[in-house]
DNA sequence: GATGTTGAGTTGCATTATGCAACATGGCGA
DNA sequence: TCGCCATGTTGCATAATGCAACTCAACATC
């Protein structure tokens, strides 16, 4: 692997990645217009957690506190999010879905379901496992940024 | 596959997918602040057909057409993109990364690169296949979208 | 217990990304 | 020739995001 530079197939899986992240996200948009691509991504982590501070999705999503706090703050305006103080470490607050929360949740996920299954068709399950297994350890290798600082 | 609905291994991919879209394009920004991820989708592709039509960029992407032409335009502008018209169809205006558009094109390319690889250190290049293939077969069968009339 | 330091979020300000709908235009077919 | 249609473009509005300055509560030290 240590082509140093230029490995194609490297540069062919970036585009891919490049292509997937673009259009992955319109498609979501489309498909469940009642909750947007950013509110999904949120709501899904903190279910998937059962709980998540703010500061846990910066790092996950690798973007500004800032976009996080906002994105937040919309879903908690409008019912979807429950905010609880940490036992542990009182200044932190815990993020959940609320019920209704929840509720949108399940539907969107009802139709990323549905689509990423339609997508996938034709795939052995076991091309399904890989892919979701490989992605995994890719975006958990990605979560071992180097912090700016 | 056919769990109609509720596969646990389908929604965790759909996470996974979820998750890499929106970091994916984070770090790309943070990587190559020269060059937007946006740009960089749109003259990677440009490259990668050796030209393409609008309407190709809107397809690939599943976005608005309106938004790809504020985007080419905004390239064009920044001379890193020219407009050729299409030998056959002379309605049709064929863009093409510019020199200087090859240019940061390269660098931004060499950054994703080292990107990639780096993440996928200590993977296996059979795994980096596999994913790479994977990802394009789930990229192409996106294509293939019930386009809204 | 007072005080300075630090972590976790917020908020003001600016820019980019994106959608929708109306509009412009140059080809093509009847 | 005429009208229709495919390709784009533009006005208008909203969402997503970054940066930097700021608030506030919790901790540690003295």
Excluded: C
Aim: hydrophobic content about 40%; aromatic content about 4%.
């Amino acid at each position: 692997m240590q082509v140093a530079d230029g490995d194609p197939e490297i540069l062919g899986l970036v585009r891919e990645l490049v292509t997937l992240s673009r259009r992955f996200r319109a498609n979501a948009e489309r498909l469940h217009p009642d909750l947007s691509f950013v509110d999904y991504s949120l709501l899904s982590e903190m279910a998937e957690r059962n709980g998540a501070r703010a500061a846990d999705l910066v790092g996950l999503y690798g973007i500004n506190k800032s976009t996080i706090s906002r994105q937040v703050a919309a879903l908690h305006r409008a019912g979807l999010v429950v905010r609880a103080a940490a036992p542990d470490n009182r200044r932190v607050q815990l993020l959940h879905p609320s019920d209704r929360g929840r509720e949108l949740l399940a539907r969107a996920d009802a139709l990323m379901h549905r689509e990423v299954d339609t997508r996938t068709d034709g795939w052995s399950p076991d091309e399904v496992r890989t892919l979701r297994s490989l992605l995994a350890r890719y975006n958990t290798a990605s979560s071992a940024l180097p912090e700016e600082s």
